[in-house]
C-alpha cells in the first residue's frame, strides 16, 4: 500500500512551520526521522493533507551546552546521541540507552524529539528521560511552555501537544560526580520494542533519588522520590538496598495488576539497579 496524495512543505525556521501546522482547514503531519511516521503513511493509518518537513531547520539541529544543563534540539537523532557528537551530561545514561534503540538504520534517522511525541510507552526515551529529570520545550501561537517528559506522555501514543504547538527542544540537566543511574530493558529479540523497562537515578549530590517503570499499557510511571526503594544511594551495591515490595505497591496502584507484567517490570527495574554505573 501507499500513501495517499499529500502536499509537501519544507520551512526555514520554527514560526515558519508553526504558521503551517496551525492551518485549521488542513489535516497537517510534522515530519522529522519519520521511523514511525512512514510506516504510517504507507499503511494510510495516517492521510495527512500536507506533510511538514522540519528537518531543514538550523534551531531543531541545535545544542546548547550551559553550566548545570543542556538542550538539545528536537531533531537531533539517536545516532547523534549514540556517537557523541553531542556532548553527555549524564555521565554515560543517554549514550548507552541510544545504542540500544532498534537498529543502527533506524538510530540514523529517528529523532528525540519526534521518538517522544510519538509517544509509545514502549520507547526508550520517555523511560531514561523521565528518569534523569528532563523537560520538553513546545512552542505555539500562545508562545512557549516548558513540561516534564513524565507529562509530555499523556497516554499511549498521545502527547500533550495544543493545536499548532511543537516540540521545539528537550533539555537535560547535567549529573553531579556521585550520579549512579541504570537502564535495563526486556525484549524477547534485539531491535524489539520492550516489554518491561526499569531506570533509575541516584545523584545524592544535587538530592535527586528517581525510579521509572517503562513499557507500561500507558506513560511510564515516575517515582520522583524513591530513597525507600533505593536507599539513600550511598551503599556500594544498590541492589542490596532494592526494595521490591515498595515499588510493587507502586505499580498495583498505577493500575498494573497482572500478577506476571508486575513481576516483569519489577525484575527490570532490579536489573537495572544491579547494573548501576557511576559517573
Not at 495517499?4 to 488542513?26: C, W
Not at 537531533?76 to 545514561?93: K, M, Q, S
Not at 499548532?164 to 547535567?174: A, R
Not at 521509572?212 to 510511571?221: D, L, M
Request: with cysteine.
Amino acid at each position: 500500500m501507499k500513501p495517499v496524495n499529500f502536499d509537501y512543505a519544507r520551512p526555514g525556521d520554527v514560526g515558519a512551520a508553526l504558521k503551517l501546522i496551525s492551518d485549521d482547514s488542513l489535516t497537517v503531519k510534522i515530519m522529522a526521522g519519520s521511523q514511525s511516521l512512514g510506516p504510517m503513511l504507507n499503511m494510510r493509518l495516517v492521510q495527512p493533507d500536507l506533510l511538514v518537513d522540519i528537518t531543514g531547520i538550523d534551531e531543531l539541529r541545535s545544542v546548547d551546552q550551559r553550566s548545570d544543563e543542556i538542550v538539545l534540539g528536537a531533531c537531533i537523532t539517536h545516532a547523534d546521541i549514540e556517537d557523541r557528537r553531542v556532548p553527555d551530561v549524564t555521565c554515560g545514561a543517554l549514550p548507552t540507552v541510544a545504542r540500544g534503540i532498534a537498529y543502527r538504520a533506524v538510530r540514523n534517522r529517528g529523532t528525540i524529539g519526534g521518538s517522544l511525541t510519538h509517544a509509545d510507552p514502549s520507547a526508550d526515551w520517555h523511560s531514561i528521560m523521565a528518569a534523569v529529570g528532563a523537560k520538553v520545550m513546545l512552542r505555539g501561537p500562545k508562545g512557549e511552555r516548558t513540561i516534564p517528559v513524565e507529562e509530555y506522555m499523556v497516554g499511549a501514543l498521545e502527547a500533550d501537544l495544543q493545536p499548532g504547538e511543537m516540540l521545539v527542544s528537550v533539555t537535560v540537566p547535567k549529573l553531579s560526580s556521585t550520579a549512579r543511574w541504570g537502564y535495563y530493558k526486556s525484549c524477547r529479540k534485539t531491535g524489539e520494542f520492550a516489554h518491561a523497562i526499569g531506570a533509575f537515578l541516584s545523584d545524592p549530590d544535587r538530592g535527586v533519588s528517581r525510579v521509572v517503570i517503562g513499557a507500561t499499557e500507558s506513560r511510564p510511571i515516575v517515582v520522583a522520590e524513591a530513597s525507600n526503594i533505593l536507599g539513600d544511594g550511598g551503599a556500594e551495591r544498590l541492589g542490596a538496598g532494592f526494595n521490591s515490595q515498595a515499588i510493587g505497591e507502586v505499580i498495583e496502584a498505577a493500575g498494573m495488576t497482572d500478577p506476571l507484567d508486575k513481576q516483569t517490570h519489577i525484575v527490570a527495574l532490579r536489573r537495572a539497579i544491579e547494573q548501576a554505573q557511576s559517573a
